[in-house]
């Protein structure tokens, strides 16, 4: 007969449980004796320190009738009674600091006047007196660039027998060297609050040195040669700022300034980016959620070679008149808004010829006659952000009148209108960019109606900016006229004498650009730009006319461009950067200037104390 199996021990923690409570049970007396030691030892320092105390003999300190201060017991009966809060004689009267640097001199801190990233007078950390600061800031700007640029010739102006052709040399270096030095003397601790009173003035000195490859091209004098050398002191800044009032316990102001000064009528500089003579109220509402700008200016002459402010010229006879809104947060959080209404009244009725000799207005397009106008610029732009996707934005409608057109010398209505967007997107240390563009033309030189965009003075940081070849270049409409398809710094095809000393023009083909880029931040002081851009005429009829050539084709070509940004110190003091840009003609450029590719290099070094 089998044994029946042993059962299996289905409590297997049972063992563990009773040696464990077994263990506590032989530990409980020695942790009582233990327990109770610690009590006598408490009683004796108790004894010791809270003993009843005689009134004759009290502790040092605040003393309570009856209350041992020490341990808060009472002296006569041995029970304990609650601490008394501490009285205001108890404490000694605060040392208030007048002001912030104060108490960074408290600290022992020194200073250097040749240190930038420290405490130093020079940068306004500390004041000359009472609350007035001085602040200097010196900035070296230095460019190099080689570059290729359709240039005219013909028999008597070639310095070669063999150019007796329509174009000539292309080859074009330039080396310039700008000095600024910004002076700033103002009032008020400014951390919170804008100052009570800023003086401004920014005098910058320049050198420039050009080299061609055709005459005529420097100066309309011959015997000039083929180079220039020239400097120049310009003032780029000189002004008053007044604060008026603060109109909230926020900070938000009124302030008033008059003087030469720098101003920018939206965020990407299409409509008009410059540093001129006016006077402009500005400040900010509800917590700067909005802030504002109402301004006149009074356009300054510009030298030809440096495009700095000529003082020695007189002021020009054109007016722009400013009233913008920002208002942050609308539509969505981080995305700012921004309205513009803009008036430029332009009354420059005679001739004018620049430096070196050449005709600047009226333009040498078309009937070459003087013309005044009037214009009102209607805009909306906006920056910020939708998520994760980046967009800024512009638009504007140009309205207006003309009493002289370049090609019927009639009086004329102007219409036109222009818009840009790009949008970007961040993707660990990639940002990348789409952008797109498009400023009418006009497609009928001999109609009393003018539809071709053009700007009071654009600068676009746009699609690559000047590491662009067709942005930074001004291109010759060689055999149209003494006029630029687009203008140095400008993305516009507005057939100006200019950047500098030119009018408007609304007669234009116009501009459309479609473009794609990337931005990497390769090292933290290190990043890599590249775009590519496509670009066309918007209408060519004005250019037919203008060259007397037929069917002239719509497309301008593709420029890529990449560009090095290197910050040695991750900083803005010192910025270096490389860059290359190359035009691959398309057939509206072939019919224009010939298949060759136009190429640009620069180099840009900028110091900055």
Known sequence: MNKMPAPENKTPWRPAALSLLAACLLTLPLSNAIAESNRDNHKDIEQENCRPLPPEHPRPGRRVPGIDPACGRDGETGTFRPIPRPAATDFSPAQALPDRWRIVDSLGYQQRWYDPYNRNILKGDTPLYDDWFFSLTAISDSVFEYRDVPTPVGIQSSGSSADLDLLGGRRQTQLLQNLALELIYLKGDTVFRPPDYE?????????????????????????????????????????????????????????????????????????????????????????????????????????????????????????????????????????????????NRNREDAFFFDHNGLIQRPASLGVERPRQYDVLYLGYNSDGHFGRLNISSA????????????????????????????????????????????????????????????????????????????????????????????????????LRASREHGQSNF???????????????????????????????????????????????????????????????????????????????????????????????????????
């Open 507 to 609: 007669t234009n083909p116009g501009v459309m650009l479609a473009g794609v880029g990337a931005d990497f931040d390769l090292l933290p002081e290190l990043r890599l730009s590249l775009n590519a851009n496509q670009l066309w005429f918007q209408t060519t009829e004005v250019l037919e006319v203008a060259r007397q050539q037929a069917n002239i084709d719509k497309d301008i070509g593709q420029d890529l461009s990449l560009a090095l940004i290197y910050r040695p110190l991750m900083s803005q003091n010192i910025v270096m950067r490389l860059s290359y840009a190359e035009l691959l003609p398309g057939e509206g450029y072939k019919n224009l200037f010939g298949d060759e590719r136009q190429r640009s290099v620069l180099l840009n070094v900028i110091l900055t104390y």
């Open 199 to 343: 003086f401004r003035l920014t005098p910058v000195f320049n050198y420039n040195d050009t080299d061609v490859e055709e005459i005529l091209t420097v100066d309309v004098n011959p015997n000039d040669g083929d180079s220039r050398y020239q400097d120049f002191v310009g003032l780029q800044a000189a002004f008053v700022d007044v604060h008026l009032r603060n109109v909230s316990e926020h900070y938000d102001f009124d302030s008033l300034r008059v003087g030469i000064q720098p101003f920018t009528a939206d965020f990407r500089g299409f409509l008009f980016q410059e540093n001129q003579l006016g006077v402009r109220l500005f400040g900010t509402r509800n917590n700067n959620i909005f802030q504002y700008n109402l301004a006149w200016f009074r356009r300054l002459e510009k030298d030809t070679n440096s495009g700095l402010n000529d003082l020695g010229e007189s002021p020009r006879n054109d007016d722009v008149f400013v009233a913008n809104l920002y208002w942050q947060d609308l539509l969505a959080l981080g995305h700012t808004s921004q309205f513009t209404l803009l008036y």
């Open 395 to 494: 638009s504007y409608y140009a309205i207006g009148r003309q009493d002289s057109a370049p090609f019927t010398g009639r009086d004329s209505d102007i219409s036109a209108f222009f818009a840009a967007l790009e949008l970007s997107i961040d993707q660990s240390w990639i940002r990348w960019r789409a952008s797109l563009l498009y400023g009418s033309g006009d497609d009928d030189p001999f109609d009393d109606r003018e539809t071709g965009f053009d700007a009071v003075v654009e600068n676009p940081l746009f699609a690559g900016a000047d590491t662009s070849y067709w942005i930074r270049q001004a291109v010759p409409l060689v055999g149209g006229g003494k006029v630029a398809l687009s203008s140095r710094s400008g993305v516009l095809n507005s």
